[in-house]
């Protein structure tokens, strides 16, 4: 085995061992592997022009910091969740408000309820918060473009779960099946002071804006299966909020509105000296690991054209 091809087997390994653990995580089943799979369809179209060899060393070990802040996230929004009900006395306590504005239970969602669909929906619920923004990011990894990989994981969690935290803290929502003493169309099997908890932090719906700030930059891609294979998850995702009354209506369209706000902030970040900085040092280094490890292309010299044989014999 040659020096580069050891390099890059050690690198798509690395990178493989890397995504099969983000699918750990939360044990995505065959249908979040599906999806994830047909998300990465004409990525060659949306990718930059660089070598794998230069992108991955550093692509792999920015994955890695991302897998670690997932691996580690639910536990720790457990107990901000649990700070926040023992601490926390909320200035803005909207049930009564929100419960009493026409059309905002999204009732019309729910004006036909097949078993098949609810199913679809409690499927989508339960995996979307993680898997369309991994979807983002892994997609981002393929295309090998150091400012997808930034606005993609920026707008998603980077961003929301720091300036969403302030509104969970002021504002006491609950989810709409927990207001009205409804059963859980999710079907937890939750106690009653576990239901308390769970349904909090409902404004605005962070479901709605990872999935919204992953649909808004789905569609700059070239790739026109993308688009639509990305986009059409992410709306059911959101529709999904509210046909199994978790999300109010006006929390929905803060969702929106909130992840709009987050795309514009990470388009500013990386449009910065700052971020352009670390994308060149970022592919620089690369291309001296690949140097270094693989050692400099040789060029192939021009093969030589036999003359024409009616030259020879005049």
Same mark, same amino acid.
């Not at 792999?60 to 969740?81: D, E, S």
């Not at 302030?166 to 504002?171: D, G, K, S, T």
């Not at 909020?241 to 369209?253: A, C, E, G, R």
């Given at each position: 085995?040659?020096?580069?091809?050891?390099?890059?087997?050690?690198?798509?390994?690395?990178?493989?061992?890397?995504?099969?653990?983000?699918?750990?995580?939360?044990?995505?089943?065959?249908?979040?592997?599906?999806? *994830?799979?047909?998300?990465?369809?004409?990525?060659?179209?949306?990718?930059?022009?660089?070598?794998?060899?230069?992108?991955?060393?550093?692509?792999?070990?920015?994955?890695?910091?991302?897998? $670690?802040?997932?691996?580690?996230?639910?536990?720790?929004?457990?107990?901000?969740?649990?700070?926040?009900?023992?601490?926390?006395?909320?200035?803005?306590?909207?049930?009564?408000?929100?419960?009493?504005?026409?059309?905002?239970?999204?009732?019309?969602?729910? $004006?036909?309820?097949?078993?098949? *669909?609810?199913?679809?929906?409690?499927?989508?619920?339960?995996?979307?918060?993680?898997?369309?923004?991994?979807?983002?990011?892994?997609?981002?990894?393929?295309?090998?473009?150091?400012?997808?990989?930034?606005?993609?994981? $920026?707008?998603?969690?980077?961003?929301?779960?720091?300036?969403? $935290?302030?509104? +969970?803290?002021?504002?006491?929502?609950?989810?709409?099946?927990?207001?009205?003493?409804?059963?859980?169309?999710?079907?937890?099997?939750?106690?009653?002071?576990?239901?308390?908890?769970?349904?909090?932090?409902?404004?605005?719906?962070?479901?709605?804006?990872?999935?919204?700030?992953?649909?808004?930059?789905?569609?700059?891609?070239?790739?026109?299966?993308?688009?639509?294979?990305?986009?059409? +998850?992410?709306?059911?995702?959101?529709?999904?909020?509210?046909? *199994?009354?978790?999300?109010?209506?006006?929390?929905?369209?803060?969702?929106?509105?909130?992840? +709009?706000?987050?795309?514009? *902030?990470?388009?500013?970040?990386?449009?910065?000296? #700052?971020?352009?900085?670390? #994308?060149?040092?970022?592919?620089?280094?690369?291309?001296?690991?690949?140097?270094?490890?693989?050692?400099?292309?040789?060029?192939?010299?021009?093969?030589?054209?036999?003359?024409?044989?009616?030259?020879?014999?005049?």
């Amino acid at each position: 085995m040659t020096a580069r091809t050891g390099y890059m087997t050690f690198l798509v390994a690395a990178a493989a061992a890397i995504i099969f653990a983000i699918t750990r995580v939360e044990n995505w089943g065959i249908l979040c592997l599906i999806v *994830l799979a047909l998300a990465l369809i004409g990525a060659r179209k949306d990718a930059k022009a660089i070598s794998w060899g230069q992108f991955m060393p550093l692509g792999i070990v920015v994955m890695f910091v991302f897998f $670690l802040i997932y691996n580690y996230a639910n536990p720790m929004w457990h107990q901000v969740v649990g700070y926040q009900t023992a601490n926390i006395r909320h200035i803005f306590q909207w049930n009564e408000i929100f419960n009493a504005i026409p059309f905002n239970d999204a009732f019309f969602f729910r $004006l036909w309820q097949p078993g098949w *669909l609810t199913e679809y929906f409690q499927w989508v619920y339960n995996y979307g918060f993680a898997l369309s923004y991994w979807i983002c990011v892994i997609r981002a990894f393929f295309t090998k473009d150091v400012q997808k990989f930034g606005r993609y994981s $920026l707008a998603g969690y980077l961003l929301q779960v720091p300036l969403i $935290l302030p509104f +969970y803290n002021l504002v006491l929502l609950q989810e709409v099946w927990y207001v009205q003493g409804t059963p859980d169309l999710l079907e937890r099997i939750l106690t009653p002071e576990q239901q308390y908890s769970t349904a909090m932090n409902c404004f605005p719906s962070m479901h709605t804006s990872i999935a919204f700030a992953g649909f808004l930059l789905s569609m700059r891609e070239k790739s026109v299966w993308y688009r639509w294979w990305i986009g059409t +998850y992410c709306i059911s995702i959101i529709v999904s909020t509210m046909y *199994l009354k978790i999300h109010w209506v006006i929390d929905v369209f803060a969702g929106m509105a909130f992840a +709009y706000g987050c795309v514009k *902030l990470a388009d500013w970040i990386v449009g910065t000296k #700052a971020y352009a900085a670390f #994308a060149a040092w970022f592919e620089a280094l690369g291309a001296r690991l690949q140097n270094r490890f693989m050692g400099p292309k040789v060029p192939q010299m021009p093969q030589a054209v036999p003359p024409d044989s009616s030259t020879l014999h005049g």
